[in-house]
């Protein structure tokens, strides 16, 4: 991405845009006829205008001048129409083109790798999905039409100039090839300053997305100032840029209209002379300045909206880079079903010498031939000190990311021939963090299991030692819960998290500290409702709190990446120094181990 991101936009991105105009074609031809009709009516008032002077006033008689204004008032009424139904038409395709548009960008981007997110902010996708579709749609609907138009107008009145005056016309062309010059100097500069405005509003956005989602943080370090000034100094340094290319088109609009105009009225004087010589009527005349002005308004028109051209060629770009970014993790191109692992069949999980090192971190392994099978039903621990790579062991099952080496099988099955859905309907996860979402109690607690009976939900909370304190909400399990889950406790948030991957019961279950933030009460609770949820399960859990884990089948101790010993609490206790001391911290049972003395080798 940033490769593409420092070259300037060209119009041609805009090519980009036809598979989402495609279906709407009839539409399309629709919003043409319309186009073409108002610019016919346009072009003809000049006519209409030219035989009411030349006969009608010329003549004197009131049915020649009646019969010619009911002729423009007639054009008039079919230009008024034709523009109302081109209006409808654009603004109806630039709606919806932006709105398939934004569902195929987040479409995409729901489909990418946690690895797009540790190199792409948050915020500037949802500025590409908010302000830059809506520059897209501004063009669709409204300016590539009006080019258009006006387009249509400029070949138009050229012809009908040269029509009416051959030798006049022929002033005013040379005068509009001038006129390009400028479009095409200012044109570039408009399209590097468009491109460079949009980066700088992305950042704002992210900035501000980044510390609305940390206010409690900001504020209990009093940094609400500090902020304040950053994002100050990001939106000025927009505000800026968009100066400096409002400069740029202003200049070229202004440059454009004097070039234009003052050719105008040099033809006309010229054509005035003619007048007086006798060699052109007055109405002739009229019928001239009426297409030299149209003709003039329409090329200052065309340079308008290509300077929106040149802003929503950007604003394509960036989107086509969301849309071209392709996840590192790639769907199976051929998905195996999923054998289900249970207590009677299946071979369970297996890490086969798994090494992998995060993209961010290229250079510091995460985890190094790491080998463990877990065996359908078992309930296994997984402890060490942070950064021992026990996170890291759950989003590779997840197929969060793809392992450099070694590989990951479930049931014999090696998990990157697995669909995602596959896979990742087969396992529940528990995380330290808790998501909620700004739904009700209820749907956040099936946010798995979509179609759940209230009673299963209910059922499902019971487990998580949840239905009591939302027996006490306002409106129980319909109550809002607001975004994030801010009216909840964080271990109020931590159980329904748990209610929710209890409902979805799938044959694997992963907790990653996931009574990490309930009281002392609450957590015997929870683990009592973990320990049944485990039952005929296989489970993965992650714990620095020991006391949580005594009871699992099996503790694997885990340091840098590796595992270093594995057993019983009972038995870790007396032959891995690591667990031994992680214990004592946490319980007494033993002496703090000289920091000089060896590590138990790797097993």
Partial sequence: MPETAARAPRVTPLLALLPFLRPYAGR????????VTSAGATLGLPVAFRYLIDRGFASGERAHIDRYFIALFVVSLILAAA????????SWLGERV?????RAVYAHVMRMSPQFFETTQTGEVLSRLTTDTTLIQAVVGTSLSLGLRNMLLTIGGVAMLIATSPVLSGYIIATLIVVVAPIVIFGRRVRKLSRASQDKVANASALAGEILNAMPTVQSYTQETHETRRFGGAVEAAFDTALTRIRARAGLTAVVIVFVFAAVVFVLWLGAQAVLAGTMTAGQLSQFILYAVFT?????AVAEVWGDLQRAAGATERLLQLLAARSPVAEAERPVPLPLPSSASGDGIRFDHVSFSYPSRPGIAALEGFSLDVRPGEHVALVGPSGAGKTTLFQLLLRFYDPQAGRILINGVPTHQVSFAALRQAIGVVLQESVIFSGSVLDNIRYGMPEATLAQVQRAAEMAAAAGFIAELPQGYDTFLGERGVRLSGGQRQR?????????DPPILLLDEATS?????SERLVQTALDNAAHNRTTLVIAHRLATVQQADRI??????RIVAQGRHADLLRSSPLYAQLAALQFGEMPLRDPAEPRQAPA
């Fill in 83 to 90: 523009t109302a139904l081109r209006f409808y038409w654009v």
């Fill in 496 to 504: 329904i998290a748990i209610a929710r991957a209890i409902l979805k």
């Fill in 98 to 102: 932006s709105a398939d548009l934004r």
């Fill in 556 to 561: 694997v101790v885990l340091e840098q990446g």
């Fill in 517 to 521: 933030a309930l009281d002392a009460a």
């Fill in 28 to 35: 399309w031809v629709l919003a043409f006829l319309a186009l």
């Fill in 296 to 300: 003039a308004g329409a090329v200052g």
